[in-house]
Nanobody, 120 residues
Framework: VQLVESGGGLVQPGGSLRLSCAAS????????MSWYRQAPGKERELVAS????????NYGDSVKGRFTISRDNAKNTMVLQMNSLKPEDTAVYYC??????????????WGQGTQVTVSS
């Protein structure tokens, strides 16, 4: 199983970034996918999540209206479009999958994270 995040970097306040998560080794379309983030000295927090079929999304209060989560089950990828970025969005962003294969137990997988820094 692999979850590989990409697209992080340094951006000025008000700018945009597009994070991607490429998944392999499991049946992507059966899993809820999420983005989490963790800033230095803070707990990891949910940024956004999307159901297995992409039909429903959920966002943390701090990113509502600025971030958009999406997925492509044909390409086994998930994207987080981040607009109007603020310095407080600075964190390591993680991709997470949660679900199960047929007749198998529930599993959660995490990516290695990608750094997002918002600074002038």
């Amino acid at each position: 199983v692999q979850l590989v995040e990409s697209g992080g970097g340094l951006v000025q306040p008000g700018g945009s970034l597009r994070l991607s998560c490429a998944a392999s080794g499991f049946t992507f379309r059966r899993y809820v996918m999420s983005w989490y983030r963790q800033a230095p000295g803070k707990e990891r927090e949910l940024v956004a999540s999307i159901t297995s079929d992409g039909g429903s999304t959920n966002y943390g209060d701090s990113v509502k209206g600025r971030f958009t989560i999406s997925r492509d089950n044909a390409k086994n990828t998930m994207v987080l479009q981040m607009n109007s970025l603020k310095p407080e969005d600075t964190a390591v962003y993680y991709c997470k999958s949660a679900g199960r294969e047929i007749l198998r137990p529930y599993q959660e997988y995490w990516g290695q994270g990608t750094q997002v820094t918002v600074s002038s």
